[in-house]
């Protein structure tokens, strides 16, 4: 499995509050079954590293079913964007970092 980048926020039912505090953050429903969320995390972690104004975190699906059912979570990988918290946008399926970083800048305008 790709290890994740050491910028990345591991969240859990018990640290997500804490994350919506960051001003923009994009949280990656996902699972280690998933084929499609191998593909998205190597693009997730290079955001992680390249770009200081997105904050990025990982829900782990299977370990925390209430944050996915909270959030609506259908279909993974699902992608979340938050800024001060509140959802504002919702990218579903494996993206190019370039439509990543797209969709995120039009979600936090």
Same mark, same amino acid.
């Given at each position: 499995?790709? #290890?994740? =980048? %050491?910028? /990345? ?12 505090? %960051? #001003?923009?953050? *994009?949280?990656?429903? !996902?699972?280690? !079954?998933?084929?499609?969320?191998? *593909? ?8 992680? #590293? ?9 829900? $782990?699906?299977?370990? $925390?079913?209430? *944050? ?6 259908? $279909? +993974?990988?699902?992608?979340? +964007?938050? %800024? $001060? &918290?509140?959802?504002? &946008?919702? /990218? ?6 370039? =439509? +990543? *970083?797209? #969709?995120? =800048?039009?979600? +936090?305008?």
């Amino acid at each position: 499995p790709v #290890e994740a =980048s %050491k910028k /990345i926020f591991i969240l859990n039912n018990k640290n997500f509050k804490l994350a919506m505090k %960051k #001003e923009v953050i *994009l949280v990656d429903f !996902w699972a280690p !079954w998933c084929g499609p969320c191998k *593909l998205v995390a190597p693009i997730l972690n290079d955001i992680a #590293e390249t770009q200081d104004d997105i904050a990025i975190g990982k829900v $782990n699906v299977d370990q $925390n079913q209430a *944050l996915a059912n909270k959030y609506k979570v259908r $279909n +993974i990988p699902t992608m979340v +964007i938050f %800024k $001060n &918290g509140v959802e504002v &946008g919702r /990218i579903v399926g494996v993206k190019t970092k370039k =439509s +990543i *970083l797209k #969709e995120v =800048s039009a979600a +936090i305008a």
